[in-house]
């Protein structure tokens, strides 16, 4: 779905943790928005035809030397703009206004008082608290704006140019700790920029199914199909544009959970009559594997490995022109730095970086507009089922990364049964939507215990599970104790080889979600 067949808000980024979140915030009011670097042009947002524009926060001082600047045509576009923070703070700048750091620095939360009617704070209490995290701030107001809204340590935390449709503020409305955020941004987007809501999943599907057909025509894709809620949404997306057209790859690297080979061939081959290739590949990967225990090594190989079977499949599947892949929007956020800008790159993603460059095939990506949670309600909407759907993320290596040290496997199928009990005990206490992501490892340690009236010397496994938003940050989840005694205690009596479980309490950071 393109920006021609809907109304865009454009979220323009100085390289803010938060830009995402702000565009996200923009979908949620069914309005597409699209986060493009700073320095994009006037000429390309004129050709854009955003129906509003809304600068981001960002790392630096606007007062420090080379602090970034948008292109200073765009004031003279007559699109309405919203600046966040650094936005504000650039927009002050660039207009006649002024910048200083306080004495006081603001970070957390602050007492939002109203001081005058706008239409940026309709329906917002007088009152509220909302999240605040900055050095710097307005000093003079630049030219034809008024202050409308202060907290006690910043005199202008919310200031308007009615006529221009300008406005900014020093406050993050786009965090759920800003009291009335929301209605705030959908103040903007609706009331001020006259953006149509239309932008929603149905409407999404219904282009997307046309764009596909046009793409392809009357030739082939091929889809790697690995069980994964990104890949599974793809497979359906483009299955009901091109029936028989679509061929599945499935490779069994034997590094999979429990039932899950089972699961993608009663979902995809039963159930959606997807053409589906299954590749049992268990021995490969496992001889590839053997005596190594380094993680970056494990990693290597794993993905070696799977483009050789995967390229194997790929000739067997006959004449192809298309490659789907389960690429989305964070992902290709991530691997674009914007030039000169601030935002560093945060990681080649695998689904855009990595592929040899000889490919053969051209690249089908009907998810890369959509973030995660959108994905999600894209796969509902196809009528795939929760558990595929709602699944938590699962690393591309596999168990490989979960059994630390070395790989046999015995400790992969001891893992399994591990990882299974875990997930059931976590679903029967109704907890598994509450939790980010929940994984067991199997630990290159043995303890000494007592089974029976036995002495044995056994494997030692962890329990992790952690809340988060985005990965990036994670806190480890609270069980109700009895939930982590009964997964114990059915661990060390049906899983032979373990008598010793241990809980992770470790967040991100210092620790990371996977151990590798």
């Known amino acids: 779905m393109g920006k021609s067949d809907h109304d865009t808000i454009l979220v323009l980024d100085f390289g803010a943790q938060y830009s995402q979140l702000i565009a996200r915030r923009v979908r949620e009011q069914h309005v597409y928005s699209k986060i493009v670097p700073y320095t994009i042009s006037a000429q390309e947002i004129r050709k854009i035809a955003p129906k509003g524009i809304i600068f981001s926060g960002g790392p630096m001082s606007v007062s420090s030397e080379g602090s970034p600047r948008p292109d200073e045509k765009i004031f003279s576009l007559g699109i309405p703009i919203l600046g966040i923070c650094y936005g504000l703070q650039v927009m002050s700048i660039m207009n006649g206004g002024e910048v200083k750091r306080p004495q006081k620095r603001e970070y957390g939360f602050a007492d939002l008082h109203v001081k005058k009617a706008s239409p940026l704070l309709k329906d917002i209490d007088e009152n509220v608290r909302v999240w605040m995290s900055h050095g710097d701030s307005v000093h003079a107001l630049p030219d034809s704006f008024e202050c409308i809204a202060s907290t006690d340590n910043c005199e202008y935390t919310v200031i308007a140019n009615d006529q221009s449709r300008w406005y900014g503020v020093q406050f993050h409305p786009e965090v759920v700790h800003s009291q009335g955020g929301t209605q705030l941004l ?14 929603s999943m149905e409407s999404f599907i219904e282009s997307q199914l046309a764009s596909i057909r046009e793409t ?52 995809f081959a039963d159930n959606f009559k997807i053409n589906l290739q299954y590749a049992d590949a268990e021995d490969q990967f496992i001889d590839a594997l053997k005596g190594l225990s380094d993680p970056e090594e494990k990693r290597k190989v794993v993905g070696k490995v799977f483009i050789d079977v995967f390229e194997q499949e790929a000739r067997k599947a006959g004449d192809i022109t298309f490659l789907a892949q389960g690429t989305l929007y964070p992902d290709v956020i991530e691997s674009i730095s914007p030039s000169g800008g601030p935002s560093v790159t945060i990681k080649s993603h695998h689904n855009v970086g990595g592929l040899p460059e000889d490919l053969a095939f051209t690249l089908l990506e009907p998810l890369r507009e959509l973030f995660k949670d959108e994905v999600r309600e894209l796969g509902k909407e196809l009528g795939l089922p929760d558990e595929i759907v709602y699944r938590h993320p699962f690393p591309g290596p596999g168990l490989a990364v979960r059994c630390i040290g070395e790989i046999t496997k015995e400790r992969l199928e001891t893992l399994r049964e591990i990882d299974a009990i875990f997930i059931e005990e976590i679903r029967k206490a109704g907890l598994y939507n509450d939790i980010w992501q929940a994984l067991a490892t199997l630990l290159p340690v043995k303890s000494v215990g007592v089974q029976g009236d036995e002495r044995t010397y056994e494997e030692v496994c962890t329990l992790r599970a952690v809340t988060s938003e985005d990965a990036m940050t994670a806190d480890w989840f609270q069980f109700p104790p009895q939930v982590l005694q009964r997964a114990s205690s059915r661990i060390v009596n049906e899983v032979v080889h373990v008598n010793r479980v241990l809980y992770d309490i470790t967040s991100k950071p210092p620790g990371t979600i996977e151990w590798e």
Do not use: M, P, Y
């Not at 959908?186 to 932008?199: E, L, P, Q, S």
């Not at 790859?249 to 993608?264: C, I, T, Y």
């Open 216 to 267: 392809v025509k009357d030739r082939h894709v091929l889809c790697g199909l690995s069980g994964g809620v990104d890949s599974s949404v793809v497979a359906a997306l483009i299955h009901k544009a091109i029936k028989d057209q679509l061929t599945c790859v499935f490779v069994n690297n034997g590094l999979l959970r429990k039932g899950e080979a089972d699961l993608v061939r009663t979902v």
């Open 186 to 199: 959908r103040n903007f987007v609706i009331d001020i920029c006259k953006a149509t809501g239309d932008w």
